[in-house]
């Protein structure tokens, strides 16, 4: 494959990326600058235009072959129209994820039309949405993933664009588990953003999939390597959040951590396919 020779090769095994964006080409030329601008706690730039060429440009230079790219559903109105998107630019190397706004009417059918659709999962991100995590109405889209053999990954811990709400907390996370314990679910940003001390009390050691979008280089490297070493090996995965991170940079990242081969083998493909629903490959 052109241009990815530089990080697959390193391990000899392709690459997943658990967590990347994209958008349809004529909103993605409105939605990065707005996106861009949102940001309240420091600067955030794209590292590619947010089309789905523009994300495949960027797996080849990081020598990455599939990704999980994610919607999320800021409108109720908008589920059907991502639902329809996602799986129009569904292939081998994109696996998308639809999303399901908790004020739509009828989550548990739209949730079999995706599954129907072949589609594998849903993200659910509890500030966009003005829902948190664990509240009934996303509980009740959890059962019917669940039930429809669809993951979710959630957005977890606070976020860039907004105030320190309480909105997505390990503590929420765990109760979503708690809830539905048969779904299949990750926490981004290994399992929330800027609460990593609340992740290694609430989280660790229980079934929920941690990814390691925008954490590398933030959360400090020894609370890296403890939850690292303390969560279930099989429910660990290497994701980027692109186009927010650099691809290429974020496998630099995690090749570099001091962890066995045989784990960044099961982060960067075998986990990522379990999560997803996806035979190993």
């Given amino acids: 494959m052109a241009g990815s020779q530089h990080a697959s090769n390193d391990l000899r095994q392709p690459i997943m990326d658990a967590h990347t964006h994209a958008f349809p080409d004529k909103l993605a030329a409105s939605a990065i ?26 797996m080849d230079r990081a020598g990455i072959r599939r990704a999980i790219a994610c919607s999320v559903a800021t409108k109720p109105d908008q589920v059907p129209k991502i639902t329809d998107w996602s799986a129009s630019i569904a292939s081998d190397r994109i696996i998308p994820f639809a999303s399901i706004h908790p004020d739509f009417p009828e989550p548990e059918a739209e949730a079999e039309r995706i599954a129907r659709l072949g589609l594998k999962g849903l993200k659910f991100h509890p500030y966009y949405m003005e829902c948190p995590a664990d509240d009934p109405r996303a509980v009740r889209i959890m059962r019917a993933a669940a039930r429809a053999n669809l993951a979710v990954l959630f957005h977890s811990g606070y976020d860039l664009a907004f105030d320190k709400d309480d909105l997505a907390s390990p503590q929420r996370m765990r109760r979503v588990h708690e809830a539905v314990p048969e779904l299949r679910m990750a926490a981004a940003h290994l399992g929330a953003w800027e609460r990593w001390p609340e992740v290694r009390r609430h989280m660790v050691g229980l079934p929920i999939y941690l990814e390691t979008s925008f954490t590398l280089g933030r959360c400090p490297p020894d609370l890296v ?34 962890i066995p081969e045989g784990l960044k083998r099961w982060m960067l493909w075998d986990n990522t396919h379990r999560f997803a629903g996806l035979p190993i490959k």
């Fill in 33 to 58: 600058p707005k996106l861009e601008a949102g940001a309240k706690w420091f600067e955030c730039r794209a590292t590619f235009d947010g089309t789905v060429t523009g994300l495949l440009a960027s």
């Fill in 225 to 258: 390597m403890e939850i690292l070493s303390k969560h279930p090996p099989e429910y660990l995965m290497f994701g980027t959040d692109a186009p927010w991170r650099d691809q290429t940079e974020e496998v630099e990242k995690l090749l570099a951590l001091p």
